[in-house]
């Protein structure tokens, strides 16, 4: 999921293949105020979501300003979470106190941390963070993007 302004069409692609295939998943950033409703809508499809927290420049029209309030979003969002078929939580940032609020939550509600729960970050931006978590048991997946913003292949 990019900008807000590809947030339709995203889902759109995300209903067509879930139809298609029943395997499919699309991300939430916690930052845009749209994005609970969103994941209530698509939990019937019972998803496959990654929620992060957002890192567009999005308008105050569209977006949380203040980190709190993403935060706050967030921890609603994962609430949700519990409905999903499979859930991840993209983070890059190790002295991010939100990490042991995800943990707690997972481990309030019972998900494994090698079951449909798991940490995703982006590769060569934060390792220690997700060595840290593999070693706590965590399941940690790294995302590779590319073309000619990321990696090139």
């Known amino acids: 999921m990019e900008q807000s302004s590809y947030v339709d069409a995203t889902l759109r692609i995300y209903r067509a293949l879930q139809e298609r295939s029943g395997c499919a998943g699309f991300v939430l950033q916690s930052y845009l105020y749209r994005s609970e409703s969103d994941l ?4 019937p499809s019972a998803p496959n979501v990654r929620i992060v927290k ?8 569209l977006a949380f ?7 706050e ?14 859930l991840a939580h ?22 494994p941390k090698r079951g449909r ?11 220690p963070l997700a060595r840290g ?21």
């Open 40 to 43: 209530r809508a698509m939990l």
């Open 54 to 61: 957002g890192a567009y420049l999005e308008p105050p029209s």
């Open 65 to 71: 300003p203040h980190k709190r309030d993403v935060d």
């Open 73 to 86: 979003n967030l921890r609603q969002a994962r609430e949700l979470d519990a409905f999903a078929r499979r």
């Open 90 to 111: 993209g983070h890059r940032d190790a002295r991010c106190s939100d990490l042991a609020r995800i943990e707690e939550f997972a481990a309030v509600r019972g998900l």
């Open 117 to 127: 729960f798991e940490f995703q970050t982006l590769y060569g931006i934060a390792e």
């Open 133 to 153: 978590l593999v070693e706590r048991g965590y399941r940690v997946r790294l995302s590779v993007p590319y073309g000619s913003f990321g990696f090139r292949i």
